[in-house]
């Protein structure tokens, strides 16, 4: 028995050395660079496929245009400018404010133009002093959006303001 276990041990230790099939170190050998093909519309299998029941519909804005816009300020930054608007809503609690591009955020003849909106609550009430009822907005441009653009107007139901550079 003693005999067997020295050979094996020799003879592992011998063919572990060479390079040969016998090797178990040796039957899959090194890597190698493959091309990978892409295949459209494979979906990573730890996320579900949705249905019907568990997709949610799309969210729209229910905001309307504040009625007037008080101030407009534009404010250069590194990497482009900062507008930041206030108007004056028609209710009190208005949220969600956000400045909408108009023409796609495109200029049109150098001006930029932006609407200025806001989500009205249900229980707002009208009426009120303008400093219940006034909300501001920031939004930032970057130097590509900003190229070709001579002025910057924010739009409300009643007036507009407008920056130039």
């Given at each position: 028995?003693?005999?067997?276990?020295?050979?094996?041990?020799?003879?592992?230790?011998?063919?572990?050395?060479?390079?040969?099939?016998?090797?178990?170190?040796?039957?899959?050998?090194?890597?190698?660079?493959?091309?990978?093909?892409?295949?459209?519309?494979?979906?990573?299998?730890?996320?579900?496929?949705?249905?019907?029941?568990?997709?949610?519909?799309?969210?729209?804005?229910?905001g309307?245009?504040?009625?007037?816009?008080t101030?407009?300020?534009?404010?250069?930054?590194?990497?482009?400018?900062?507008?930041?608007?206030?108007?004056?809503?028609?209710?009190?609690?208005?949220?969600?404010?956000?400045?909408?591009?108009?023409?796609?955020?495109?200029?049109?003849?150098?001006?930029?133009?932006?609407?200025?909106?806001?989500?009205?609550?249900?229980?707002?009430?009208?009426?009120?002093?303008?400093q219940?009822?006034?909300?501001?907005v920031?939004?930032?441009?970057?130097?590509?959006?900003?190229s070709?653009?001579?002025?910057?107007?924010?739009?409300?139901?009643?007036n507009?303001?407008?920056?130039?550079?």
């Open positions: 028995m003693r005999n067997l276990v020295i050979c094996l041990a020799v003879g592992a230790i011998l063919l572990s050395a060479c390079s040969t099939r016998l090797n178990p170190r040796n039957w899959f050998g090194g890597s190698e660079e493959v091309a990978v093909e892409a295949t459209a519309g494979e979906a990573n299998p730890l996320i579900p496929e949705q249905n019907q029941l568990m997709r949610r519909p799309e969210a729209t804005y229910a309307v245009p504040v009625r007037s816009v101030e407009l300020k534009v404010e250069r930054i590194a990497d482009g400018a900062i507008i930041r608007a206030s108007g004056v809503a028609y209710v009190q609690g208005a949220f969600a404010v956000k400045l909408s591009p108009l023409n796609e955020g495109v200029p049109q003849n150098g001006v930029l133009t932006y609407e200025l909106l806001a989500v009205h609550p249900s229980w707002g009430s009208r009426g009120g002093s303008d219940t009822r006034t909300v501001t920031a939004h930032s441009l970057t130097e590509q959006q900003l070709g653009v001579r002025t910057i107007k924010v739009v409300a139901a009643e507009a303001r407008q920056s130039r550079r």
